[in-house]
């Protein structure tokens, strides 16, 4: 994402120095080109019933990004509802999942004519007709199934198990046909899988594919007018060099054979593959110490700024702005959180840095801000927008001042 001319960074036409006097560190900086790009790509190749999946980055000026190219919303909360409409999301474009709807979520969702309200379980269907009797309303649902389908991610982000909480197993389908059929209120128009995230294996959508194609068969010929199958996201990013090459032109090649041309909508949730290369992290160096031999730089941003090192294990590559060709001392980058887990990366090679210097933590553009927290009493990061030669804040971090006085002091104190 970022280019050097004559030495200095640029994100588009944007010098990161311009962005740095304006703005402190720790932020995250997104490039609205990479973001177009990635989105229009992916419609080229899948089509355009792309739902962009908020969780990964729900900041408003993103969503608008997503929402004026076009794509739906996949949001799993009433609040990243309430982020989408207000971002300018037609609520026929939002699609609501989530494996714990309370009963004011359903409602809300139901007030707002949204596209589909995805299903987790038997019990959120009878719900759901309750609710939209005592409405006096017909609403459209889906249900999100449970293949059993294994990502072959990592155990924290896979949702396709049969053990995993997610979704409504798919042994259960005349379960789902038998309560549906007696629900005058409910049309049950669609269904929908996610196996899990950083999925590159060809073969599990594969297999996912066919799981799926089979479902919706069995509900076709059960006399349930399926309009959407929703085939989830979880598409593979690069974030390491070794990591396995994917492209969603071969997730194309097994869709059309799987399912041809059906009589209902094929649609994805991607949330990651389309934002994640778009960002990056922009901290500073506030230390440098050497422990046990390890050469430590202490930077401002921390596991409460990105936190996917520290739970995932996650890898990210980290850059220098300052002699950029002359990489040669191993550095351990980690931030300032009292919490030994509050390491970005082990055994990097940088050149030699000094307190103050920038560093840049890759392909923060999904699940980095999003995940933030204040732990430690820290601020949130702020968030930059860059669109060619423009940039502004799309997220100005509190003072922390702030959040100390949130706390309420009982009157007993
Ligand atoms: C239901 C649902 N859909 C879509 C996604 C997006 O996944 P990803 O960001 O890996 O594409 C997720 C994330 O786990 C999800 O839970």
């Not at 089509?47 to 190219?69: D, E, H």
């Amino acid at each position: 994402m970022l280019q050097f001319k004559n030495k200095i960074p640029f994100i588009e036409g944007t010098s990161l120095h311009d962005v740095i006097n304006v703005c402190q560190t720790p932020f995250y900086v997104y490039s609205q080109d990479i973001i177009t790009q990635k989105v229009e790509m992916t419609k080229k190749i899948l089509g355009k019933n792309i739902f962009f999946s908020v969780k990964s980055n729900s900041n408003q000026a993103i969503l608008k990004i997503m929402q004026s190219l076009n794509i739906g919303a996949d949001v799993v909360s009433v609040g990243e509802l309430k982020r989408s409409l207000s971002a300018g999301f037609h609520p026929s474009k939002i699609i609501f999942e989530g494996v714990g709807k309370s009963k004011d979520d359903l409602v809300f969702a139901i007030q707002k004519n949204i596209r589909l309200i995805n299903t987790e379980s038997l019990e959120e269907i009878k719900l759901l007709q309750k609710l939209a009797t005592e409405k006096n309303k017909t609403i459209d649902i889906g249900v999100r199934l449970n293949p059993n389908i294994d990502g072959g991610t990592i155990s924290k982000i896979s949702t396709g198990k049969k053990t995993d909480k997610f979704g409504i197993d798919i042994n259960e389908i005349e379960n789902i046909i038998n309560l549906v059929s007696n629900c005058n209120n409910l049309n049950l128009i669609g269904i929908s899988c996610h196996i899990g995230s950083q999925i590159s294996n060809i073969d599990v959508y594969k297999n996912t594919f066919i799981e799926m194609k089979k479902v919706a068969d069995k509900f076709v010929s059960a006399g349930i007018n399926i309009q959407h199958v929703d085939l989830g996201g979880g598409f593979h990013v690069k974030y390491n060099k070794n990591d396995p090459e994917f492209e969603i032109k071969d997730i194309k090649k097994e869709l059309d054979r799987c399912f041809g041309k059906s009589s209902y909508e094929i649609s994805f949730e991607p949330g990651r593959y389309l934002i994640a290369e778009a960002g990056i992290l922009v901290t500073s160096i506030i230390n440098t110490k050497q422990n046990g031999g390890i050469n430590y730089l202490i930077v401002d941003a921390g596991m409460n700024t990105l936190v996917r090192p520290a739970m995932y294990n996650a890898y990210h590559d980290i850059e220098t702005i300052k002699n950029i060709t002359d990489n040669s001392v191993s550095y351990t980058v980690a931030g300032p959180i009292c919490e030994s887990s509050d390491i970005f990366i082990k055994n990097v090679l940088l050149s030699e840095q000094s307190i103050g210097d920038i560093l840049i933590i890759k392909n923060t553009g999904a699940y980095g801000k999003v995940m933030s927290s204040t732990y430690n009493t820290r601020p949130l990061p702020s968030e930059i927008l860059i669109n060619k030669e423009n940039f502004a804040i799309i997220y100005s971090s509190d003072k922390i001042e702030k959040n100390i006085e949130e706390d309420i002091i009982p009157s007993w104190l």
